[in-house]
Nanobody
Framework: QVQLMESGGGSVQAGGSLRLSCAVFGYTICPYGMSWYRQAPGKEREFVSGISSSGNTNYADSVKGRFTISQDNAKATVSLQMNSLKPEDTAKYYC????????????WGQGTQVTVSS
C-alpha cells in the first residue's frame, strides 16, 4: 500500500523560508512523477509544483523564482524549498504521486500546514 507523509510545515513571517518534505512508503515507480498542491480555506486545491521521474520540473506562476522542487529517488522523497514566502502562500500543502495519469495525483499525503504572517 502506497502512503505519503509530508513534514516541514509551520509558521513564518513574510519573507521567510520553509522546506517541506514528502516521504513515500510502499513505493511504486510511477512514471509521471510527484507534485505539490496547496489548499487555502474556502478555495480549491491548486497546483504548486511538479517533478517528473526524469527530473523535469514545473511551477505555478505564483511561485516561480521562489519555490524549488527536488527529489531523491534513492530515498523516495520529494522536497519543496519555499523562499520569500508571502501571506498568500498560507495553505495546507499536499504532496501527490502520479502513477496512472500526468494530470492529477493518484495518491495523496495528509498535508502539512504553512502559515505566513505579514
Amino acid at each position: 500500500q502506497v502512503q505519503l507523509m509530508e513534514s516541514g510545515g509551520g509558521s513564518v513571517q513574510a519573507g521567510g523560508s520553509l522546506r517541506l518534505s514528502c516521504a513515500v512508503f510502499g513505493y511504486t515507480i510511477c512514471p509521471y512523477g510527484m507534485s505539490w498542491y496547496r489548499q487555502a480555506p474556502g478555495k480549491e486545491r491548486e497546483f504548486v509544483s511538479g517533478i517528473s521521474s526524469s527530473g523535469n520540473t514545473n511551477y505555478a506562476d505564483s511561485v516561480k523564482g521562489r519555490f524549488t522542487i527536488s527529489q531523491d529517488n534513492a530515498k523516495a522523497t520529494v522536497s519543496l524549498q519555499m523562499n520569500s514566502l508571502k501571506p498568500e502562500d498560507t495553505a495546507k500543502y499536499y504532496c501527490g504521486l502520479l502513477c496512472y495519469s500526468a494530470s492529477w495525483p493518484n495518491y495523496w499525503g495528509q498535508g502539512t500546514q504553512v502559515t505566513v504572517s505579514s
